[in-house]
């Protein structure tokens, strides 16, 4: 796996390549895709039978299971499934797996479809609110594996937990058959039928798909397809004690919503076998030993699964149970820390939907796993942000400036453009006076070299104001700098004509004292000192970076009383913030910087 910046997927904003398109370009040729179809409503093949032509190109789905936020590796697979479904004109379900009853919540769909909507993407498409819950399929996957037992492609397994470990076999050993594995279709439908009705206790059986304990791909060795899990369902509530494994789940759900294309990552390439098999038999016709005929009850075309490379990104983790961790433990403040890779922590911390949009058109979407530094999605943010964010200046180290050749109530209108490219945006006003701040590392007292900012005896421009002169500074008694001295020149003011007669090399940023907004400022470091932080089993906890967050009393210019929670600026030489959503007020502000103005992060 590649972590070079330069080798990087997205680092030089090449055109990104996306082989999923090539899929779909292909199979819209093919016969069976032209007329799916489409009943305006999940259901097998008596529900879609006889109705109308699917309007959408193509049929994806986004699944998330709601036991926790989304974070930017979902962004990647968000913009993936969305983002394909608008450029083909098709449509995109928001399906929540919700087959996992114990760690699901209300709090977490919820916050799974603000994630989206933010990003920009919504799953209402030609009419039809394609907002969907895998536990709505329930019914229709106990119907299917009733099939599946009467087509005698599944049984019920009561061997302990511990023997059908063992007798599934490894790598290189092929399994051993279940004795339960031969019992008959009656058998089976009644011990089913014991499970479903809560008559046996979590453990004591599982519904199995006969397929081969020989097999090379071990997950076609007999998989469990239904357990029984005596728990409150969020949705559900205790209408049910068995529930469907995620294997068994997932291309029903896929079928039942007319997916064209199934989407997922890599991990679930060694699966594609079984949903296959599992799709192919539920839509197959099978003769019955007394004559009679199983009827399919799904239809062609079938779901296709696809599988592409998840986003790894360096100095971040993307797995919902570590980011959880993060919170429990309180290494951060909440999901919505602005450090956690987290949608909510992201929209804190200032990224925009296009931002990360353009990060993912960036990387694109490949076949072999990679690392992506986290450096273009930091490019791809600034590249958003640069021609839209209000300029404004904030003095983050503060250093008193005093001019000490004007009298105390001097004061002067100074004017800037709100955007160096967009003239039209206007004007921001703002004063300087004898009082001003100035960043503490603009002045030396004894200059290195190439120091061009103030020292005594040195010129230079407050910009968008006057030229001075540097002539001194106090300090205290450690010797540390307090306030520095200068004499301002009048006839030097920017804009005018005498402006152009002062050669200077500095342009320093400042504030006036006198009508500065003070505000809270937030600056942040990688959340992990180490690129790959879960790499080769480490507790990513012991690579937490400790200087992660600092916060600075910082001095701003009055223009920034106008920000809500939420505004972007960039402040002059330091970056991009934005007001935080949740602590920021107008008379107490508070910014968090989204970004750097370069990377200071490449190596
Ligand atoms: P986690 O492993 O962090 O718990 P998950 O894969 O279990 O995440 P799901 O809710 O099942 O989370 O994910 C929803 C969709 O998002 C899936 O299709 C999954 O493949 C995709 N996804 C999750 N993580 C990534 C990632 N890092 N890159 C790309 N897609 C991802
Ligand atoms: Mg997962």
Redesign the pocket.
């Known amino acids: 796996m590649s972590s070079n910046p330069s080798h990087t997927p997205g680092a030089d904003h090449a055109p990104a390549s996306n082989f999923l398109k090539n899929i779909i370009d292909q199979d819209l040729q093919k016969p069976e895709y032209q007329h799916r179809p489409w009943a305006r409503k999940p259901g097998g093949a008596a529900v879609h039978a006889g109705a109308p032509a699917d309007p959408a190109n193509i049929r994806l789905r986004?699944?998330?299971?709601p036991n926790?936020y989304l974070?930017v590796?979902?962004a990647?697979?968000i913009c993936v499934n969305f983002g394909l479904a608008k450029e083909y004109a098709g449509a995109c379900h928001m399906r929540f797996?919700d087959t996992n009853p114990e760690k699901e919540s209300e709090e977490f769909a919820n916050s799974i479809l603000d994630a989206v909507s933010w990003l920009g993407f919504d799953w209402n498409s030609f009419g039809d609110t394609n907002l969907y819950h895998a536990s709505d399929y329930f019914d229709f996957m106990v119907e299917s594996a009733e099939f599946l037992i009467r087509a005698g492609l599944a049984y019920v397994d009561e061997q302990s937990a511990e023997d059908m470990r063992t007798n599934r076999g490894t790598l290189t050993q092929a399994g051993v058959n279940s004795p339960f594995r031969d019992r008959s279709v009656a058998d089976n439908l009644a011990r089913f039928a014991a499970m479903k009705n809560g008559e046996l206790p979590d453990g004591a059986a599982v519904l199995r798909a006969k397929i081969d304990m020989a097999s090379p791909n071990i997950n076609l060795r007999d998989p469990a397809i239904y357990r029984i899990k005596h728990a409150h369902h969020h949705r559900t509530g205790d209408r049910w004690c068995i529930y469907p494994m995620y294997t068994f789940a997932h291309p029903i759900e896929d079928a039942l919503e007319r997916i064209t294309h199934s989407f997922?990552?890599l991990e679930f390439e060694d699966q594609r076998p079984f949903y296959d098999w599992l799709l192919g038999n539920l839509a197959k016709d099978h003769p019955q030993p007394d004559g009679s005929v199983l009827k399919a009850i799904l239809a062609h075309p079938l779901p296709k699964q696809v599988e592409f490379a998840?986003?790894n990104l360096s100095y971040v983790v993307?797995?919902?149970?570590k980011l959880q961790q993060l919170v429990l433990e309180n290494r951060v403040s909440g999901w919505d820390d602005p450090r956690m890779p987290t949608i909510v922590g992201l929209r804190r911390r200032g990224f925009t939907p296009e931002g990360i949009q353009l990060f993912c058109n960036r990387i694109g979407v490949s076949k072999s796993d990679s690392w992506i530094d986290y450096s273009v999605l930091e490019g791809a943010l600034r590249d958003d942000l640069d021609p839209k964010a209000h300029r404004a200046v904030a003095v983050l180290d503060p250093l008193p400036l005093i001019l000490d050749n004007v009298p105390e109530d001097w004061r002067d209108d100074c004017v800037a453009p709100v955007h160096p490219h967009h003239a039209e945006w206007g004007q921001r006003d703002f004063s300087i006076g004898k009082r001003l701040w100035i960043e503490a590392e603009d002045f030396q007292e004894v200059p290195e070299k190439k120091f061009f900012r103030l020292f005594p005896g040195n010129k230079v421009r407050l910009r968008y104001g006057y030229v001075i002169e540097c002539t001194g500074c106090d300090k205290d008694e450690n010797g540390k700098v307090i306030a520095v001295h200068a004499n301002v020149f009048l006839d030097s003011k920017s804009g005018t004509p005498g402006a152009d007669t002062y050669k200077v090399k500095g342009n320093l940023h400042w504030v006036n004292a006198a009508t500065a907004v003070t505000a809270k400022v937030r600056l942040y470091d990688r959340l992990f000192t180490e690129e790959h932080p879960d790499a080769g089993g480490r507790n990513f906890l012991d690579v937490l970076n400790p200087n992660s967050l600092t916060e600075v009393t910082a001095y701003l210019e009055p223009s920034v009383k106008t920000s809500t929670p939420g505004t972007i600026y960039q402040f002059e030489r330091h970056g991009y913030f934005v007001a935080d959503l949740k602590d920021h007020r107008p008379d107490s502000p508070v910014f968090n910087r989204t970004v750097t103005l370069k990377d200071s992060w490449s190596k």
């Open positions: 986004f699944p998330p299971e926790g974070h590796g979902h990647k697979a797996d997922c990552t998840r986003l993307t797995s919902k149970r």
